[in-house]
T-cell receptor, first 114, second 112 residues
Framework: EPEVTQTPSHQVTQMGQEVILRCVPI?????FYWYRQILGQKVEFLVS????????KSEIFDDRFSVERPDGSNFTLKIRSTKLEDSAMYFC????????????FGSGTRLTVV | QKEVEQNSGPLSVPEGAIASLNCTYS??????FFWYRQYSGKSPELIMF????GDKEDGRFTAQLNKASQYVSLLIRDSQPSDSATYLC????????????FGTGTKLQVIP
């Protein structure tokens, strides 16, 4: 079964540093997303991406966040000037155009900001 | 703020029983509804999606949707210990290519 692959599985960074979280979506999917989940809290939408541009973003996705699809397979989330409150599990997801199947999530990257 | 509300649980059921999980949503523009299962420390896994009023069955799982009451439920028949997980209810305005709003999840414990 096709998978969404995320690397690294765990990233520790110092406050104020930049991190890049990487994702390889399912190959025939067209829509890409980043979500995050702070420990013990709900899964929260960050951003959706289609046709090489952001479709929608949440209030969490401030100027420190950016996304990029640098080639035909990778989808990255960059966080600049990391803060302690950025510590969370970050999930990449992808979907095709059919509206009924929901998302396929990657296994996640646990980001710890110290 | 458009919300999806769930009882956090834990909901404890004996093995072989029916587990009933419930969810309400506030956004009347929501069109598609999803149930995800999340094991501790893992990513959400899609179990069911539903977009029409009524019931939808898939194996041991039945999703129910009542748009008038803004209510979604998930029934798990013949519950197994491996069903023990947190179940996330989610809603989307216009299908799978838009953002999904998740509830906080209901923790289910199936007791052997």
């Amino acid at each position: 079964e096709p998978e969404v692959t995320q690397t690294p599985s765990h990233q520790v960074t110092q406050m104020g540093q930049e991190v890049i979280l990487r994702c390889v979506p399912i190959s025939n999917h067209l829509y890409f997303y980043w979500y995050r989940q702070i420990l013990g809290q709900k899964v929260e939408f960050l951003v959706s991406f289609y046709n090489n541009e952001i479709s929608e973003k949440s209030e969490i996705f401030d100027d420190r966040f950016s996304v990029e699809r640098p080639d035909g397979s990778n989808f990255t989330l960059k966080i600049r000037s990391t803060k302690l409150e950025d510590s969370a599990m970050y999930f990449c997801a992808s979907s095709d155009r059919d509206p009924y199947y929901g998302y396929t999530f990657g296994s996640g990257t646990r980001l710890t900001v110290v | 703020q458009k919300e999806v509300e769930q009882n956090s649980g834990p909901l404890s059921v004996p093995e072989g029983a029916i587990a009933s999980l419930n969810c309400t949503y506030s956004d009347r523009g929501s069109q598609s509804f999803f149930w995800y299962r999340q094991y501790s420390g893992k990513s959400p896994e899609l179990i069911m999606f539903i977009y029409s009023n009524g019931d939808k069955e898939d194996g041991r799982f039945t999703a129910q949707l009542n748009k008038a009451s803004q209510y979604v439920s998930l029934l798990i028949r013949d519950s197994q210990p491996s069903d023990s997980a947190t179940y996330l209810c989610a809603a989307a305005r216009s299908g799978g290519y838009q953002k999904v709003t998740f509830g906080t999840g209901t923790k289910l414990q199936v007791i052997p």
